[in-house]
């Protein structure tokens, strides 16, 4: 027997009283056993019983079951792991619903035939809230930069796995893995999510210059020649930033294939790992959840998502021109020496109401003698709102060239969209679209330099294995090896990796048999 199972199978014995062993066909060994266990958690500590919840086993002879457990006490209580001076599990384990939903169940109904299940069983709800691992309580927060991050967390939803022997023969393991993630908050994200705001300011400036330099003001002015008034001035005020920025922030962002979700609002990303080893379930035994490997292809995710985010930007800046309010503005003193009065008209409306011709009526705050011309303006005004459209249509067909078709309709086409718009708008010196992937590249690299470390220090930290199982085989006289035992587990987390000393198993189940004349 391997020193790893001799380590398990001591933890096993102590902790679910069922010992993992198969018996010999000696003439005075005693007569041929099984025994099955399962337990949805248990927690060992270099081979010695931390914590088991929910336990069930069964013997044959004598107690051949189907016995069950269930988890009465989900509590921690104060149990420590030996990690440096100790640890409290509290800080580093959170059950989420565990207790409500997992039990186990152990059969051993013959010297040859065993069955045992634990985890999420029959028609359990899957957890509300999923069990967690504090990564950083592990010893983590020692291995990233101070204040990169205040959250490592993994995550693991409904869980089950089964051991059956029938007629002496070991079945296929049986396991099922709900989901599995890894949640990191950062303060660098939030802070670069803060700066992000603070950079889309410029989108506005740009809108603004415009408007400005854009406009076509001279069919009006012509129009409004015979009536003696001044030139418009004209104001802009552009809040496309807060459209942007609420609609990045309205919801998380998921990559296209699922990997990653990235929350603007809080500063947190999340690596879906289910997703990342594509899917959970159908593995190969000890199939390793987390490998620095895996970083590339969290990288090109965590693109996807700052692409969908600039494409969600630009399409949102399409639908923002009623956030880009202008001011017409007719002022001056009218008469000899300003003796006629004082002409003041002010004219309110937005660029989409300036293209759509659904102006309000513009307001005259006119004095003395320049009351008739301002009446006049009014009414010329209001009968040839087109007129103003016209002014402004250079205006929004460019600011549109940056968001007109870049919606998804294709990569292909997505891309050759915003390069056409990229090349529009460069020539103008108004490149909204390049200000846009400027600040995706900032984010973006915010985002991949902080997750490098943190997937360094969770692949130091901690082994997580899917389909964990550990056989044990007895051989036959003629030398042929058979399996007589197997303890398998869902999930199996060893919290030090270099030493294999503390390990915690989601939906563990174990059987052995006799195996007659097998040593």
């Known amino acids: ?39 949805p958690l248990v927690l060992s500590a270099a081979g010695k019983p931390l914590l088991t919840l929910g336990g069930s086993s069964a013997a044959y002879p004598g107690d051949p079951g189907t016995n069950t457990g269930a988890v009465t006490d989900a509590r921690l209580g104060s149990t420590s792991v030996p990690i ?15 207790a409500s939903t997992v039990s186990s169940r152990s059969a051993a109904s013959g010297a040859t035939d065993t069955d045992a299940a634990a985890g999420t069983l029959g028609d359990a709800a899957s957890p509300a809230s999923p069990l967690s691992v504090n990564l950083l ?25 089964r051991t059956t022997f029938a007629g002496g023969k070991l079945q296929p393991a049986e396991y099922r893995v709900g989901q599995a993630s890894l949640l990191i908050r950062s303060p660098a994200v939030k802070d670069a999510a803060g700066q992000l ?18 406009a076509d003001l001279a069919p009006l002015k012509t129009l ?26 309205a919801r998380p962002l998921t990559s296209h294939n699922k990997v990653v979700t990235i929350d603007f609002s809080t500063g947190t990303v999340t690596v879906h790992l289910d997703q990342l ?12 959840l987390i490998s620095s490997k895996d970083y590339h292809l969290v990288t090109q995710a965590i693109h996807d998502v700052m692409n969908d985010a600039a494409d969600l930007a630009l399409g949102t800046l399409g639908n923002s021109l009623d956030a880009v309010k202008l ?78 078709d870049s919606r998804p309709h294709g990569a292909a086409r997505t891309r050759s969209a915003r390069g056409a718009a990229r090349l529009h708008l460069a020539g103008d010196g108004t490149n909204i679209v390049a200000l846009l992937v400027n600040i995706k590249f900032g984010f973006t690299s915010t985002v991949t330099d902080m997750l490098l470390p943190v997937f360094r220090m969770a692949n130091q930290v901690l082994s997580v294995e899917i389909n964990h199982q550990e056989p044990r085989t007895c051989i036959l006289p003629t030398g042929v090896r058979l399996p007589s035992a197997r303890l398998t587990s869902a999930v199996s987390i060893n919290f030090l990796k270099a030493t294999v000393a503390v390990r915690l198993d989601l939906g563990l189940s174990s059987g052995s048999v006799t195996i007659t004349n097998c040593e």
């Open 327 to 404: 001011t017409l503005r007719w002022a001056g003193p009218v008469g000899p020496g300003g003796m006629g009065g004082k002409l003041d008209v002010t004219w309110n409306f937005t660029l989409r109401q300036a293209i759509d011709g659904s102006m309000p009526q513009p307001v005259s705050a006119s004095t003395g003698g320049a009351a008739a011309p301002a009446a006049a303006l009014l009414t010329t005004l209001s009968k040839n709102q087109s007129v103003v459209g016209k002014a402004f249509k250079p205006v929004s067909d460019l600011v549109l060239a940056s968001s007109r």
């Open 1 to 39: 027997m391997s020193e790893l199972w001799k380590s398990r199978a001591a933890a096993t014995v102590v902790l679910l009283s069922v010992a993992l062993t198969a018996g010999t066909a000696h003439a005075e060994d005693p007569p041929p056993a099984s025994t099955a266990s399962a337990a």
């Open 277 to 288: 080893v594509g899917g959970l379930n159908d593995k190969p035994a000890n199939t390793e």
């Open 84 to 98: 440096g001076d100790g640890v409290p599990l509290s800080s580093i384990l959170n059950l989420g619903d565990l």
């Open 137 to 161: 309580a592990l010893g983590g927060a020692a291995l990233v930069p101070q204040n990169l991050v205040d959250n490592v967390t993994m995550s693991f939803g409904a869980f089950s796995s």
């Open 197 to 214: 705001y603070q950079a889309l300011g410029g989108v506005d400036r740009q809108i603004e210059k415009i408007v400005n330099e854009k």
């Open 224 to 249: 409004l020649t015979p009536l003696g008034v001044p030139s418009p001035t004209l104001a802009v005020q552009s809040n496309t930033r807060d459209k942007i920025f609420g609609a990045l922030l």
